[in-house]
Nanobody, 123 residues
Framework: QVHLVESGGGLVQAGGSLRLSCAAS????????MGWFRQAPGKEREFVAL????????YYADSVKGRFTISRDNAKNTVYLQMNSLKPEDTAVYYC????????????????WGQGTQVTVSS
């Protein structure tokens, strides 16, 4: 069992930055590949970014590439999402999850989800 807790969301103006954190329980965190997703009101949950267990490989949705950076600190059992140059269309609830295999963009490829943290970008 893995317990995930996201934090760091808030209200920011367009062009601003936020850093989200996802703290994980469990002794095997360093072996997990982790992902970030987001869900805007009335829309499906969509993939944002992925980082492998060793942090050597990352993968981003085209919509955030060049603006968002995923990273992790295995000593702290935490994965981060640095979000720069935020746009109103980035407004959503952001979730982290543990990747289990399959398509990185599919929610069904992930076990264990956090409760989410709200990010609101004003224009």
């Amino acid at each position: 069992q893995v317990h995930l807790v996201e934090s760091g969301g808030g209200l920011v103006q367009a062009g601003g930055s936020l850093r989200l954190s996802c703290a994980a329980s469990g002794r095997s965190f360093s072996s997990y590949t982790m992902g970030w997703f987001r869900q805007a009101p009335g829309k499906e949950r969509e993939f944002v970014a992925l980082i492998n267990w060793g942090a050597g490989n990352t993968y981003y949705a085209d919509s955030v590439k060049g603006r968002f950076t995923i990273s992790r600190d295995n000593a702290k059992n935490t994965v981060y999402l640095q979000m720069n140059s935020l746009k109103p269309e980035d407004t959503a609830v952001y979730y982290c999850a543990v990747y289990r295999g399959g398509s990185a963009k599919a929610t069904t490829s992930y076990d264990y989800w956090g409760q989410g943290t709200q990010v609101t970008v004003s224009s």
